[in-house]
């Protein structure tokens, strides 16, 4: 693949500094900002996350922010999940749907008080459709994008290295909520969350003067665990079936057809933009669905396309993502199946890059 040209649209990091001192070896482009994906090998940052400890650059990860008196009104308006019980201090996991139902993010909401919100975006341009829904309905909000770059602890280490930097109360932190803690004379927002399944953290820096402060007191502390810089892996995110918008999902699928049914309360999501689009869709049921597929045969090629999934002559899905796992012994994907083949066992065929490859559907992900 050509390499892509830097220019001041491809927006640097306030820990680009760290991340290139680390040897990083690849990016992708993730918000119009340099998310890293390799240092040493894909295979062995695999390894490393699932032993040790890694402090992740996910800057891009931006924060879209909604202060006033209708902010939890606008929250509301755009996920079918029920937010009514939800406290200050949580994080949940939000389908953000348009009218007709369609996703278009799957961000994680961050409540810091009953009039200020941060929607911490996947992969796409989520706060132009805030602010035209705020515009639209004339509602008494700031929608903005604030100075905030997450940065992220991942591996079974995290407690430990967390703690040498934050003090043993972030220990205490659990999962999906989120604390106020010192760093240099700054609060800052840390949360037990994070794109692994490894356990671990996020850290919302707040103000971008801080960042290489902080991660070098990171890498400093960590030295006996191992710390190295690290990014989101490949290998380990499809084992773990965690779902990468604009990959394995876009405006074009439901919440339901993605798996993420049970992060909607369509009935009691009042305002909810997509509601009424959705509870057609809850009570007929989707049609496809997200799925765990099995490939027998040698390690795939990267999946930079989608791949169909076939039934004889007939195409019943596609493979979004796909990569030879390690630990497994086999190649692990992430599949749209239709509801005809969804069922575990079912027997399909892979049409991909190196030709046609047996593969069959799961009952569950891997991790």
């Known amino acids: 693949m ?32 340099l998310l890293p994906t390799v240092f040493r090998s894909v295979e062995e940052d695999y390894h490393h996350l699932k032993s040790a400890v890694q402090v992740w650059d996910v800057a891009c990860e931006r924060q879209v ?30 389908p953000i749907v348009d009218e007709t139902g369609g996703m278009l993010n799957d961000p994680v909401a961050v409540k810091l008080a009953e009039d200020r919100w941060w929607i911490s975006i996947a992969d796409s341009d989520l706060m132009l459709w805030v602010k035209g829904i705020a515009n639209g309905y004339r509602l008494d909000v700031l929608v ?36 106020h803690f010192e760093f240099q004379g700054r609060d800052l927002v840390v949360a037990r969350s994070g794109y692994s399944k490894q356990g671990g953290f996020e850290i919302y820096v707040e103000g971008s003067d801080i960042g290489m402060p ?55 999501a009042i305002g909810c933009i997509g509601r009424d689009a959705l509870l057609r869709v809850a009570k007929e049921g989707p049609v496809q669905q997200i799925r765990a597929i099995e490939i027998a045969g040698d390690p795939v ?37 239709r509801m005809t083949h969804w069922d575990p066992g079912t027997p399909l065929q892979l049409h991909g890059p190196d030709g046609m490859q047996e593969a069959i559907v799961r009952e569950g992900f891997w991790l």
């Open 301 to 337: 090629p990267r999946c930079d396309r989608a791949w169909p999934l076939m039934a004889g002559a007939r195409q019943v899905g596609q493979v979004t993502s796909a990569v030879w796992s390690p630990d497994f012994g086999v190649n692990v994907a992430i599949g749209m199946v």
């Open 65 to 94: 922010e909604l202060r006033g008196p209708d902010a939890a009104r606008l929250m509301q308006m755009l996920t079918p999940r029920d937010l009514r019980g939800m406290l200050p201090g949580r994080c949940f996991y939000v």
């Open 214 to 268: 902080l991660w070098h007191a990171l890498m400093e502390a960590g030295r006996d665990l191992d710390v190295r810089a690290g990014c989101p892996n490949g290998i380990e995110r499809v084992e773990a079936g965690l779902l990468s918008y604009g990959n394995d999902m876009t405006d074009d699928n439901t919440p339901h057809e993605c798996g993420l049914g049970r992060f909607c309360d369509t009935q009691t």
């Open 2 to 33: 050509a390499l892509i040209s830097p220019s001041r649209r491809l927006r640097r990091t306030p820990f680009s500094d760290g991340v290139e001192a680390a040897g990083v070896s690849a990016y992708t482009v993730y918000n119009r900002m």
């Open 144 to 179: 903005d994008e604030p100075d905030v770059s997450p940065l992220a602890v991942q591996g079974p280490k995290a407690d430990e290295l967390m703690a040498r930097v934050f003090g043993d109360a972030v220990r205490d932190v659990r999962f999906f909520r989120f604390g």
